[in-house]
Nanobody, 122 residues
Framework: QVQLVESGGGLVQAGDSLRLSCAAS????????MGWFRQPPGKEHEFVAR???????NYADSVHGRFTISRDNAKNSVYLQMNSLKPEDTAVYYC????????????????WGQGTQVTVSS
């Protein structure tokens, strides 16, 4: 089992920045693909960003150029730097780990954190 714990959410104004962190424990594996997803109020989970073991990254169009995903395997941690935040970025943000493959689909991820709330006011 892998446990994931997100932190760093909060209430900010449009244009501000936030940095989310995800700490992994348990049977961690630096080979996992790590992803960030979000769930806006009343909506389904949506893909935000992913990073594989080699450091390759991929982003949703809605955040490309504003968000940056990174990982520190020595610390078993993944980060999401969010700049130029918009009200539409308001959501609960989840960190997730996938044992197999390279996918933006939530169903491809085996382990999930409990989420951290990000609220962006206009």
């Amino acid at each position: 089992q892998v446990q994931l714990v997100e932190s760093g959410g909060g209430l900010v104004q449009a244009g501000d920045s936030l940095r989310l962190s995800c700490a992994a424990s348990g049977r961690t594996n630096s080979m996992y693909t790590m992803g960030w997803f979000r769930q806006p109020p009343g909506k389904e989970h949506e893909f935000v960003a992913r990073i594989n073991s080699g450091g390759s990254t991929n982003y949703a169009d809605s955040v490309h150029g504003r968000f940056t995903i990174s990982r520190d395997n020595a610390k078993n941690s993944v980060y999401l730097q969010m700049n130029s935040l918009k009200p539409e970025d308001t959501a609960v943000y989840y960190c997730a780990a996938s044992q197999n493959g390279w996918s933006p689909r939530p169903g491809a991820y085996d382990y999930w954190g409990q989420g951290t709330q990000v609220t962006v006011s206009s």
